[in-house]
């Protein structure tokens, strides 16, 4: 839609993998809707993931016991932060729709993408206490995270050996984006690009770029426990 922003967060080494066919098929689309489309591509940035004392430029509010949390929320209030973090920020702030586009690991994301959250999300930005879940700072925004597993979609049923592939959505989509404030989107999964066959690769990329021709008309899901354990 014109004159929408999107920031698809990308999270993978290779532009030619699947995940990459999948961020350059999503800022194609999106741009020929005319939505101005950002993207952080965190590998190629070399971002930072760890949470340190080096976030913070000028003095520490308690330098003889360090809390990343107080001290991450007191530097933001005062403009603090350093430059990477604040140019996310500006990126989330400036975003109608935020893409999080990665491979699964280990039943959650990258820990360079585990890293951009827990720098970029700080309190006062993201939430306070109060302000969080449907108080969440970023609650005129929307969340869509699309993944690649490694498991086919067998594995990743209640029935499968590896549980419903919600399970391990609640701490992504419910613990950090919900609580944010985000509606989040119903999210894409491709499901084990790796042993599928060419024409099946390219069917998931085309229903991506397909699901993305209607986004601004989709309906958040319902982001409480039923959604991720049934009733």
Not at 77 to 103: C, N, R, W, Y
């Amino acid at each position: 839609m014109a004159g929408k922003k999107v920031l698809i967060v990308y999270a993978h080494q290779e532009p030619r993998s699947f995940n990459g066919s999948l961020k350059k098929v999503a800022v194609d689309e999106l741009s020929a809707q005319g939505c101005t489309v950002t993207v952080s591509d965190l590998y190629a940035m070399d971002f930072e993931p760890r949470a340190t004392r080096k976030d913070i430029t000028g003095a520490v509010s308690n330098p003889k016991s360090f809390n990343y949390g107080v001290e991450a929320y007191e530097a933001f209030k005062k403009g603090a932060l350093t430059s990477d973090i604040i140019d996310e920020q500006k990126k989330v702030l400036e975003a109608d729709l935020v893409i999080f586009q990665f491979p699964v690991y280990w039943f959650s994301m990258p820990a360079i993408l585990k890293g951009w959250m827990d720098r970029v999300l700080c309190q006062g930005f993201a939430f306070d206490i109060p302000g969080f879940y449907d108080a969440g700072f970023l609650k005129n925004k929307l969340a869509l995270v699309s993944l690649t597993t490694g498991s086919t979609s067998e594995m990743y049923m209640k029935t499968g050996v590896s549980g419903d592939y919600r399970y391990f959505l609640w701490p992504l989509q419910h613990g950090t984006l919900h609580f944010c404030g985000f509606k989040v989107l119903a999210p894409q999964i491709s499901f084990a690009p790796e042993i599928a066959s060419e024409e099946e690769r390219k069917a998931m990329v085309a229903s991506w770029a397909q699901r993305l021709k209607t986004i601004w008309e989709e309906e958040p899901i319902d982001c409480t426990p039923p959604w991720y354990f049934g009733q």
